[in-house]
T-cell receptor, first 115, second 112 residues
Framework: KAGVTQTPRYLIKTRGQQVTLSCSPI?????VSWYQQTPGQGLQFLFE???????NKGNFPGRFSGRQFSNSRSEMNVSTLELGDSALYLC??????????????FGPGTRLTVL | DAKTTQPPSMDCAEGRAANLPCNHS???????VYWYRQIHSQGPQYIIH???NNETNEMASLIITEDRKSSTLILPHATLRDTAVYYC?????????????FGPGTSLSVIP
């Protein structure tokens, strides 16, 4: 079974631009979560989508948004980029029921650099 | 949801058992202990989880104290590929991950 895939793997943008990152979950997983990881703040939860609906949201400004499609693929968008948005953005998927409910499977991440 | 504390770093000789402790003194009765690890430049990888009983899988063993205030992840025969940051987190079976806190973890270095 293929793992979680994220595209692109690396991205360089300038301040003020916007960016869209993509995540394809493991087949059969309907929950997709996004995280931001920086050296200073560690791994921080952004939001979770389930069946095309945002189910949970972390403490990030409205510039960070996401969506999920009917095939469970998800995108996240960051508008008006700031230098502090430079980070590794991780996507994780999980099953929506059963004993493995809370085991998350992470993708390799997208490394975003804002200049 | 419980906060966890872990030592910032540990060393382990290759081939020996690596014992990584985690303190979760405020864990509630229905919260599980989960372990993930993150090898440099990769996404975190799920290792194991448990509630009360000790657990073992092909990757590791998890020992949870009887009062559930702490636990130990055991890698029985550490290899160089086990060098990673190990995260111990606590959350309910139904907990959404917005309430789960990934702390700084323990950076394990396996030494040849």
């Amino acid at each position: 079974k293929a793992g979680v895939t994220q595209t692109p793997r690396y991205l360089i943008k300038t301040r003020g631009q916007q960016v869209t990152l993509s995540c394809s979950p493991i087949s059969g997983h309907r929950s997709v979560s996004w995280y931001q990881q920086t050296p200073g703040q560690g791994l921080q939860f952004l939001f979770e989508y389930f069946s095309e609906t945002q189910r949970n949201k972390g403490n990030f400004p409205g510039r960070f948004s996401g969506r999920q499609f009917s095939n469970s693929r998800s995108e996240m968008n960051v508008s008006t980029l700031e230098l502090g948005d430079s980070a590794l953005y991780l996507c994780a998927s999980r099953v929506d029921r059963g004993p493995s409910y809370n085991e998350q499977f992470f993708g390799p991440g997208t490394r975003l650099t804002v200049l | 949801d419980a906060k966890t504390t872990q030592p910032p770093s540990m060393d382990c000789a290759e081939g020996r058992a690596a014992n990584l402790p985690c303190n979760h003194s405020t864990i509630s009765g229905n919260e599980y202990v989960y372990w993930y690890r993150q090898i440099h430049s990769q996404g975190p990888q799920y290792i194991i989880h448990g509630l009360k009983n000790n657990e073992t899988n092909e990757m590791a063993s998890l020992i949870i104290t009887e009062d559930r205030k702490s636990s130990t992840l055991i890698l029985p025969h550490a290899t160089l590929r086990d060098t990673a940051v190990y995260y111990c987190i606590a959350g309910g079976r139904e907990t959404s991950y917005d309430k789960v806190i990934f702390g700084p973890g323990t950076s394990l270095s396996v030494i040849p």
